[in-house]
């Protein structure tokens, strides 16, 4: 079956849900990407909208939330089904996916916003088979400029990106990358009352370029307060640092320096603190 051949289609594109914009937009995607390589622009629809003796292409998310589960890997079908084709995500963002990966199975190509390949075509053909994939990792994030822009995010497969809009569907964006520990325990509320919390350094409590004392116990507690305040403030985030300032002088008091000798390095401090805070969080990603 050919959805377009020849610069004639009876095909159209259908969003099932029509607030979903993520499913819109993934739409609208393939509707200019087509029209690129052949000519033909297919209408889009909502399904209530569809010509019932057309065929369609189907865009849709299997599950309509807006913030996936804390281990949930995306995943994203290419299936022919009769003389319909639908491209669905396990999530909205997971659309953009379906829509991308089927656009590379015709010979488009997403290197970069000055390269990028749409070939001519005068035939697009209906898949013979289904494409399944699902991702290897729950949390897929280049540390690239393009690559934080959310449609080339999408195009690639990632899940962080720098944008908040429906129409990309949710970010796995983490609420804190790392050295956090400045913002967990701020030296100008607790240094005069708790020097204690800080580094001792040279046989000094630093207060300023300072870690944590990461083995006192009260650190712990003050740190999963202080993240227990940001998940009430923005609860759609799932991930938050517990990590060292971006400078040395790690606490070198007896309890850090016993446990750093026992692990081989200061990471030995830093994984007390960290293991301490995550216990208060099973359903989030210290």
Not at 73 to 98: E, F, N, Q, W
Not at 134 to 162: C, S
Not at 250 to 272: H, I, K, N, Y
């Amino acid at each position: 079956m050919d959805i377009i051949a020849q610069g004639r289609s009876t095909y159209q594109i259908l969003a099932p849900h029509r607030y979903a914009e993520a499913e819109l937009y993934a739409a609208q995607t393939l509707q200019t990407a087509l029209f690129r390589m052949t000519g033909v622009r297919l209408p889009v629809r909502y399904n209530k909208q569809r010509v019932t003796d057309h065929p369609a292409i189907i865009i849709g998310a299997e599950q309509n939330e807006t913030a996936p589960g804390l281990w949930d890997k995306d995943s994203y079908a290419i299936v022919p089904r009769g003389m319909d084709l639908l491209l669905s995500g396990s999530t909205l963002r997971a659309c953009h996916y379906a829509v991308n990966a089927f656009l590379e199975t015709l010979g488009v190509r997403f290197f970069g916003p000055d390269n990028s390949v749409y070939p001519q075509r005068k035939q697009i053909a209906l898949p013979t088979r289904p494409i399944r994939s699902t991702a290897a990792f729950g949390y897929r994030h280049v540390f690239y400029p393009t690559a934080q822009e959310p449609e080339w995010a999408l195009r690639w497969k990632l899940n962080v990106h720098d944008g908040c809009d429906r129409r990309w569907g949710a970010n796995a964006r983490a609420h804190s990358m790392g050295h956090s520990f400045s913002a967990l325990v701020p030296i100008a509320k607790y240094f005069a009352t708790h020097p204690e919390y800080f580094s001792l350094v040279d046989g000094r409590r630093r207060d300023h370029q300072q870690q944590l004392c990461a083995t006192n116990p009260d650190v712990a507690e003050v740190a999963a307060e202080t993240i227990a305040g940001w998940i009430a403030a923005q609860p759609h985030h799932r991930i938050f640092a517990v990590g060292m300032n971006d400078w040395l002088g790690w606490c070198e008091c007896p309890t850090c320096a016993r446990v750093d000798r026992r692990e081989g390095g200061p990471t030995g401090q830093l994984l007390t603190l960290v293991n301490r805070v995550a216990d208060r969080f099973p359903d989030r990603i210290i």
